[in-house]
């Protein structure tokens, strides 16, 4: 744990030299339980620094150490979204959101892409299930009402 928050310390600070140096201990030494963790942390480094295929990877192998971990399910989610790939990002939003309903993440980036993708009464229910969990989300507010007009012109 304090390897990995170090690591986390020394990305957000530009220490990128000490955050791989952090990463490959936190790696090294992660039990079983917290490796999925590790795993997921060093994805979001690779997007930080646009190594999205990286990213894509970390993700994967956060699944393999963990195949309950909502948050990689999700991310993983919006990487495939960002391909275009529609089934694929449905898919793995629907797993984290049955994995961890409370997120509110999952609803509103599976809300977004039903709204992209023409499904209006998806994206309405999913995007009111994202403000149960977090009713200040500017982007979850923004889409309800985007939603509101389309359903006015109705």
Not at 8 to 37: H, K, N, P, S, V
Not at 52 to 60: D, E, T
Not at 88 to 107: D, G, K, N, V, W
Request: with cysteine; net charge negative; aromatic share 12%.
């Amino acid at each position: 744990l304090l390897c990995r928050n170090l690591g986390l310390c020394c990305f957000f600070a530009q220490q990128y030299d000490m955050t791989l140096t952090c990463f490959q201990r936190a790696l090294t030494i992660a039990e079983d339980e917290t490796l999925a963790e590790v795993w997921y942390n060093v994805g979001h480094l690779s997007l930080g620094i646009g190594d999205v295929n990286l990213a894509y990877q970390c993700f994967r192998l956060s699944l393999t150490a963990n195949n309950d971990h909502a948050e990689s399910y999700n991310n993983i989610g919006v990487l495939e979204m960002r391909k275009g790939h529609v089934d694929q990002a449905r898919a793995f939003f629907q797993t984290a959101a049955s994995l961890a309903p409370h997120m509110f993440e999952c609803h509103y980036n599976y809300s977004t892409l039903a709204e992209k993708t023409g499904d209006l009464q998806t994206s309405y229910v999913l995007v009111q299930k994202s403000l149960t969990n977090f009713p200040q989300h500017a982007d979850s507010n923004d889409l309800l009402l985007q939603l509101g007009k389309h359903f006015q012109h109705l």
